[in-house]
Nanobody, 116 residues
Framework: QVQLVESGGGLVQAGGSMRLSCTASGNIVSINTMGWYRQAPGKQREFVASFTSRGSTNYADSVKGRFTISRDGAKTTVFLQMNTLKPEDTGIYYC??????????WGQGTQVTVSS
């Protein structure tokens, strides 16, 4: 089992910045990929960014150039630096960890609200 705890989030004006953190605990050696998803009101959860165990990163087209995913040296915490935020970035952001046997783990979610 893997537990994910998110922090960060809140209210920011359009054009502002925010950083989210997600710390994994438990069977962390089983983790292959960690990343972020988000869900806007009335919409399906969508991929935002991810960091593989090999160190490669992936981003949704909608956030490329504005968001940066990174991790700490212990590879137990991932960060999502969000710059030039837009109202359409508003939603609940969920941390995700995918294990080497394709089990998905989710954090509890943190609200990000971008005001126009």
């Amino acid at each position: 089992q893997v537990q994910l705890v998110e922090s960060g989030g809140g209210l920011v004006q359009a054009g502002g910045s925010m950083r989210l953190s997600c710390t994994a605990s438990g069977n962390i050696v089983s983790i292959n990929t960690m990343g972020w998803y988000r869900q806007a009101p009335g919409k399906q959860r969508e991929f935002v960014a991810s960091f593989t165990s090999r160190g490669s990163t992936n981003y949704a087209d909608s956030v490329k150039g504005r968001f940066t995913i990174s991790r700490d040296g212990a590879k137990t915490t991932v960060f999502l630096q969000m710059n030039t935020l837009k109202p359409e970035d508003t939603g609940i952001y969920y941390c995700n960890a995918n294990s080497r046997v394709a089990i998905n783990y989710w954090g509890q979610g943190t609200q990000v609200t971008v005001s126009s």
